[in-house]
T-cell receptor, first 111, second 117 residues
Framework: GDSVTQMEGPVTLSEEAFLTINCTYTATGYPSLFWYVQYPGEGLQLLLKATKADDKGSNKGFEATYRKETTSFHLEKGSVQVSDSAVYFCALSDRNNDMRFGAGTRLTVKP | GAGVSQSPSNKVTEKGKDVELRCDPISGHTALYWYRQSLGQGLEFLIYFQGNSAPDKSGLPSDRFSAERTGGSVSTLTIQRTQQEDSAVYLC???????????????FGPGTRLTVL
């Protein structure tokens, strides 16, 4: 079945460092891809999305490009802030409308 | 408008008791999802409703778990004879599905933290 594999954490960075969180997927069809974020003490919220190959999702300085050839959707940010400390989840949704999430990657940004 | 709401926010119960968790989706959302998030783990898909029917029940961990949705709105997740391994945060999400589109943005509730003693 469809699945998502994402980089294991935790990840600890200094403020203004470059961030990459890897995500790869397995799917039989053409899924939509998502990154969700869970800030401390809060619920999950959508960070960005891409619905077809080569689409780039972006929000709050984060970007991810839907790469069909490498079945990847890596999350990147050029300069992280302390306020970006959270757990990040990669996810996919297929035509069956199921959503499959990765295990989550905890990011801690130190001042 | 109001987001997805869940109740209770916290539930502590004794092993062997039954519990019922409630989810109120965003008004007009056709699909509703239940997930479980155990400490330090990712999200485990439990069940999904389209309207009042559940096309995919594959994630329910055992026959102690059941869920229903009535009126295309509120859903309840019931866990019978709770065990300590059922302790987790149970998350509900809703979305507005558009035909066969795979675009499926889900909006999450704050979760119910269940502790089984």
């Amino acid at each position: 079945g469809d699945s998502v594999t994402q980089m294991e954490g935790p990840v600890t960075l200094s403020e203004e460092a470059f961030l990459t969180i890897n995500c790869t997927y397995t799917a039989t069809g053409y899924p939509s891809l998502f990154w969700y974020v869970q800030y401390p003490g809060e619920g999950l919220q959508l960070l960005l999305k891409a619905t077809k190959a080569d689409d780039k999702g972006s929000n709050k300085g984060f970007e991810a490009t839907y790469r069909k050839e490498t079945t990847s959707f890596h999350l990147e940010k050029g300069s992280v802030q302390v306020s970006d400390s959270a757990v990040y989840f990669c996810a996919l949704s297929d035509r069956n409308n199921d959503m499959r999430f990765g295990a989550g990657t905890r990011l801690t940004v130190k001042p | 408008g109001a987001g997805v709401s869940q109740s209770p926010s916290n539930k502590v119960t004794e092993k062997g008791k039954d519990v019922e968790l409630r989810c109120d989706p965003i008004s007009g959302h056709t699909a509703l999802y239940w997930y479980r998030q155990s400490l330090g783990q990712g999200l485990e898909f439990l069940i999904y409703f389209q309207g009042n029917s559940a096309p995919d029940k594959s994630g329910l961990p055992s026959d102690r778990f059941s869920a229903e949705r009535t009126g295309g709105s509120v859903s309840t997740l019931t866990i019978q004879r709770t065990q300590q391994e059922d302790s987790a945060v149970y998350l509900c999400a809703s979305s507005f599905l558009q035909g066969l589109s795979s675009y499926n943005e889900q909006f999450f509730g704050p979760g119910t933290r269940l502790t089984v003693l």
